[in-house]
């Protein structure tokens, strides 16, 4: 494709506004929400959707997230469930994104849903994506701001690094809070189906939706973002689990010990979340041959940090 100039903006009313000018012409841009950036365009826009495939690279087989400011909003684009309806009261704004039937006259382009009868829906929690989508009158398709299957990206830096000459604004808000993309739950009549862990961790899902949450099957079809084997992956091998730094290696520690980047020293879950990414493009762009990282444990948010690392070493 053609390059752009690149632009970063501080966020702002009138950044948001030149954003929003933008995705009206058709063009994807840069901005934060509370998981990742995201890439966003016109969901309703064939051509501006297939502008985010080819900034990306994307796998066309690979569905898009929409994104919605309210329930309206929602229900225009997707058939809620009673089951739905609870997880979208529970944790909706939010770092949840739920797989449901495609509306009737939903607007959404085909493209969207890579052809499937389910759309993937998400309400944000960022003011940056929230204001974003009120300012453009549509909802926004955005998938993370990042070359298809590379590391994900927390900061406009990241952004830029990934994308630059490929989209014509980046919006900068300053590091995400969360860190990692949201969890996705394919939401049936009697059970969820946990397709990316993420957040909002299956318990919490079991406690508001009282049905079974079950693992989506190794081999299964791609129903949603973030499936792909390999995903989220620097230019260099990752070797995990590695209670000691590899020889030659950036090490990213977890807790207590010796570490080119810690991702949290006191062993916080939540604290390693927001600052994995960072850690995986500090290592990227270390001189060192390849990345190290120590055992993280497989609890709450625990298991969708594991998740991410294991489809980077893939």
């Known amino acids: 494709m053609s390059a752009l100039k690149t632009q970063i903006l501080p966020l702002s009313d009138a950044a948001i506004g030149e954003a929003a000018t933008l995705i009206r012409a058709g063009q994807p841009v840069a901005a934060p929400t509370e998981t990742v950036y995201g890439l966003a365009a016109d969901a309703t826009d064939a051509a501006a959707v297939a502008r985010i495939y080819a900034a990306k ?56 849903t890579a052809g499937l009868p389910t759309v993937a829906i998400r309400m944000p929690a960022h003011p940056a994506m929230r204001a974003l989508i009120a300012a453009s009158g549509v909802p926004l398709a955005a998938p993370s701001a990042n070359a298809s299957g590379s590391i994900s990206p927390t900061s406009a830096a ?25 969890t ?7 059970a969820l189906t946990l397709l990316r862990p993420g957040p909002v961790d299956a318990d919490m899902l079991a406690s508001v939706a009282g049905v079974p949450v079950i693992a989506r099957g190794e081999g299964d079809a791609i ?57 995986l493009h500090e290592g990227d762009l270390s001189d060192r041959a390849c990345i190290s990282i120590a055992p993280i444990p497989h609890e709450g948010i625990g298991i969708a940090i594991n998740d991410r690392l294991a489809r980077a070493a893939a």
Not at 67 to 90: E, W
């Open 158 to 182: 990241h952004v830029l690094r990934s994308l630059d000459g490929r989209t014509p604004l980046i919006l900068d808000d300053g590091p995400t809070s969360a860190g990692l993309e949201s």
């Open 223 to 279: 129903t949603a973002p973030g499936q792909l084997a390999s995903h989220y992956a620097p230019g260099k091998p990752v070797l995990l689990n590695r209670t000691e730094p590899a020889e030659g290696a950036f090490h990213i520690g977890f807790g207590p010990g010796a570490s080119d980047y810690n991702l949290s020293e006191s062993s916080d879950l939540l604290e390693a979340a927001a600052r994995l990414f960072a850690a």
């Open 184 to 190: 996705i739950v394919a939401v049936g009549e009697a």
């Open 57 to 112: 690279g994307r796998p066309s087989f690979n569905p898009l997230i929409v994104h919605v400011t309210d329930m309206a909003m929602a229900r225009s684009i997707a058939t809620f469930s009673p089951l739905a309806d609870r997880l979208a009261a529970a944790f909706w704004p939010g770092p949840l994104t739920l797989v449901l039937p495609l509306a009737s006259e939903s607007p959404v382009a085909r493209l969207v």
